[in-house]
């Protein structure tokens, strides 16, 4: 059953001084089953946001509808809510008061027990620094305390918007960890990320949008093992490489990238291309075969440069 349905959801945004409007979201459908890591993937100001807004009832969609653990209606999205856990900003907390202090307060507004409070710590990596005072928090582990507190009402479904931005490489292994174990407990999580080296480590599926609008949903292993290239480089001119390959036959696509060219043909020709370029008089110094990242399907999908923040 899906976890998360939309149909068509949009968001318009209207009014200002000239009136104008903003299609933050235009359309898009997309599925998250029971048990996925999901990443949802775009460029700075995409709609992803204001889609999670939309999810979380903090915005109201302009057109189109969605469905939260199977229920549509009022009431039982209202109910389906109960069931979410969400992280959307930095976190904020007591800074005098320790790790668990400020999450037994979470505990006592969601009714949950000094234990919950203690499992949540021990999810999160924090078991052992449950009495350092947040303000002594490296940021890191402020960021696994704002998970720790959406543990506390033992969430079906786990919403993280951008939860290892601004963390060093420690930091973000850190929350790669804290996700992997609650993946292992059977959570379904939404991850919003700007950083799609975690996303391809962690996530099992992914949707990529831009300007509002769908423009991918796949499996991640799916996306990553289409299209692989055979990158070549030789001693001499990368642009005189790239021309004698492009007379091989059955060449789908050619790129140089710096000193290398990167050629897309059938499976298994990489030893036949090598041939035919020796023949013609280009030696090669090397030969490999590339398959595609998430970073580098993303650039080839949205064609931007900026914007998206850290690739780690």
Wanted: hydrophobic share 40%; net charge neutral; charged share 25%.
């Amino acid at each position: 059953m899906p976890i998360i349905q939309t149909e068509g959801l949009t968001k318009r945004y209207t009014g200002g001084l000239r009136s104008e409007s903003i299609l933050a979201v235009d359309d898009i459908s997309f599925e998250v089953e029971s048990g996925q890591v999901f990443g949802f993937l775009g460029p700075n100001g995409s709609g992803k946001t204001t889609t999670i807004g939309m999810l979380l009832g903090i915005i109201s969609p302009t057109a189109g509808s969605f469905r939260l653990f199977g229920g549509q209606g009022h009431r039982e999205i209202l109910a389906a809510r109960q069931r979410i856990g969400a992280t959307l900003e930095y976190p904020n907390f007591y800074p005098y008061l320790s790790c668990r202090d400020n999450l037994r307060l979470v505990a006592r507004v969601k009714g949950r027990s000094d234990k919950d409070v203690d499992v949540a710590l021990d999810v999160v990596g924090l078991a052992q620094r449950r009495k350092t005072r947040f303000k002594a928090c490296s940021l890191g582990m402020k960021q696994r305390l704002a998970i720790g507190a959406t543990l506390l009402g033992d969430p079906d479904l786990i919403i993280l918007d951008e939860p290892a931005n601004g963390l060093d490489p420690a930091g973000q292994r850190e929350i790669r960890g804290v996700i992997r174990r609650l993946a292992e407990q059977g959570k379904t999580i939404f991850l919003s990320s700007h950083i799609l080296h975690d996303v391809e480590r962690v996530c099992t599926h992914v949707a990529i949008i831009q300007k509002g609008k769908l423009l991918l949903q796949a499996g991640v292993a799916e996306v990553t093992s289409q299209r692989p290239m055979i990158a070549l480089r030789s001693d001499g001119d990368p642009e005189a490489l790239r021309t004698a390959a492009a007379g091989f036959p059955g060449v789908r696509s050619i790129d140089v990238r710096q000193d290398t060219v990167l050629v897309e043909v059938g499976e298994g020709e990489a030893s036949a291309l090598n041939r035919f370029l020796v023949e013609g008089g280009i030696p090669v110094a090397h030969v490999t075969i590339e398959r595609p990242t998430l970073e580098s399907v993303f650039m080839e999908l949205t064609s931007e440069s900026t914007g998206f923040g850290s690739v780690m």
